[in-house]
């Protein structure tokens, strides 16, 4: 990866460049703190950001759409959450209580917290609530679909653990033929999630990114083409934390 840093409208704006095999097209996504570009390795970093500049007005104004009214250590009632693919707009109940707590009840998120905390200490709270839910929420969906999916295609698994990544959403490591999976994994649909997990159980057999590697997956993911575009089209939702 590689991190360059532009001026544009007055704003600094951090660009970070990632170079791969498996990147077949030149692209750009916005987070709310970088602007991604994902490049196969034969195009260069100058045409890279070019491709950048040529594309600045759109990506600019989509970068400060996410970053309008935002403050990294404050939540408010307008921010929405993604779980299970579903939106689910926060509802903030503040509470005498010191205790603080999260739950989903029919398509809401509600995080109850003490009615005298000051933002920094409230964001604090609700990113450990919120982890702590996507946490269990994985582990208990790994316990039903990567029990189903290991013996869909034969292969059996020794360790899993279950992390909060940025941009890694799962990796296998085949020698010891233990997973990790992003904890993340609880804000996608079923079936995108289900792509991630055929993906890394497709490593046991091709410990790669090959053709045959993808040939694989698209053998028992027909639809992992379309599962791939939903994860970078919807990044600004499991950027949150």
């Not at 034969?42 to 403050?71: A, P, T, W």
């Not at 990113?127 to 994985?138: E, M, V």
């Not at 053709?211 to 499991?238: A, C, G, M, T």
Request: include cysteine; hydrophobic fraction near 35%; aromatic fraction near 12%.
């Amino acid at each position: 990866m590689k991190v360059e840093e532009i001026q544009y409208n007055n704003d600094k704006i951090l660009v970070k460049i990632y170079s791969s095999r498996k990147y077949k097209n030149l692209s750009i996504s916005v987070t709310k703190k970088y602007i991604r570009i994902s490049k196969p390795i034969y195009v260069s970093k100058i045409k890279s950001m070019q491709f950048l500049y040529k594309n600045i007005d759109k990506i600019y104004n989509e970068y400060k759409r996410i970053n309008s009214n935002s403050n990294e250590n404050v939540i408010s009632n307008n921010l929405v959450l993604m779980i299970g693919g579903v939106k689910s707009p926060l509802i903030i109940k503040k509470i005498k209580d010191n205790s603080a707590k999260l739950e989903v009840i029919e398509g809401y998120t509600y995080f109850y917290i003490n009615e005298n905390l000051g933002n920094s200490k409230v964001y604090e709270l609700f990113r450990i609530c919120f982890k702590n839910y996507l946490k269990n929420q994985t582990k208990k969906l790994l316990e039903e679909r990567l029990t189903y999916w290991s013996n869909v295609l034969n292969e059996k698994y020794n360790n899993v653990s279950i992390k909060c990544q940025k941009t890694v959403w799962g990796s296998a490591v085949p020698a010891s033929r233990n997973l990790n999976f992003n904890m993340k994994i609880a804000m996608l649909p079923v079936e995108v999630a289900d792509y991630i997990i055929i993906h890394e159980l497709c490593h046991f057999k091709q410990a790669n990114h090959s053709s045959k590697f993808w040939e694989q997956v698209e053998k028992y993911d027909p639809n992992y083409r379309e599962h791939k575009k939903y994860l970078k089209i919807n990044i600004k939702y499991f950027d949150i934390i």
